[in-house]
């Protein structure tokens, strides 16, 4: 069994659209992130949920809108898309609060593509 | 200066070479700090955390050194396999995000 799984792993959309990218872990974590990888691959935290609340909420334009049903789930939506949002996404998620020394365990990455 | 410092190479080694990054860090008040692991195309993977001086894991050292505030990571007889992107991350704790480095590339060739 996958421990983090995201949905789907290649997204192509025009600009304009709306789209989704789904992350669910059974790793029984508390936190769960979405981190975004540009094309110069720079890591960068974009939001993080703890038990279904936001703790962390980057400078990330409120295009972006997460949405944790429960604490196993963390989905990203994006609306109205971009050419600069093309970048691979990553869900994850740890134990505790990341920056309590946690181990973070990644999904297998959204590559998004904007046309 | 930036939070995390990585010198992003590519370092190329020949199998069997004994490989080492560093990687420096600007907040003196990070706890603990881990290696990740990412292959071209992958997600980041765990391989080593370091709590405190250092840490071993087979032919993996890593040695944290708070004064200069660099932690480095060794590499010994390396395999074909270990070619992938090594990333630094520190830890301050609590509430904190942490900030990922750029990764220093690694090419391991025959």
């Known amino acids: 069994d996958t421990a983090v799984s995201q949905t789907p792993k290649y997204l192509v959309t025009q600009m304009g659209n709306d789209k989704s990218i789904k992350c669910e872990q059974n790793l029984g974590h508390d936190t769960m992130y979405w981190y975004k990888q540009d094309s110069k691959k720079f890591l960068k935290i974009m939001f993080s949920y703890n038990n279904k609340e936001l703790i962390i909420n980057e400078t990330v334009p409120n295009r972006f809108s997460p949405k944790s049903p429960d604490k196993a789930h963390l989905n990203l939506h994006i609306n109205s898309l971009e050419l600069g949002d093309s970048a691979v996404y990553f869900c994850a998620s740890s134990q505790g609060i990341q920056g309590s020394n946690e181990k973070l365990f990644f999904g297998s990455g959204t590559q998004l593509s904007v046309l | 200066r930036k939070e995390v410092e990585q010198d992003p190479g590519p370092f190329n080694v020949p199998e069997g070479a004994t490989v080492a990054f560093n990687c420096t860090y600007s907040n003196s008040a990070s706890q603990s700090f881990f290696w990740y692991r990412q292959d071209c195309r992958k997600e980041p993977k765990l391989l080593m955390s370091?709590?405190?001086s250092g840490n071993e894991d087979g032919r993996f050292t890593a040695q944290l050194n708070r004064a200069s505030q660099y932690i480095s990571l060794l590499i010994r007889d390396s395999k074909l396999s270990d070619s992938a992107t090594y990333l630094c991350v520190p830890s301050r704790g609590g509430y904190q995000k942490v900030t990922f480095g750029i990764g220093t590339k690694l090419q391991v060739i025959p």
């Open positions: 370091v709590y405190s």
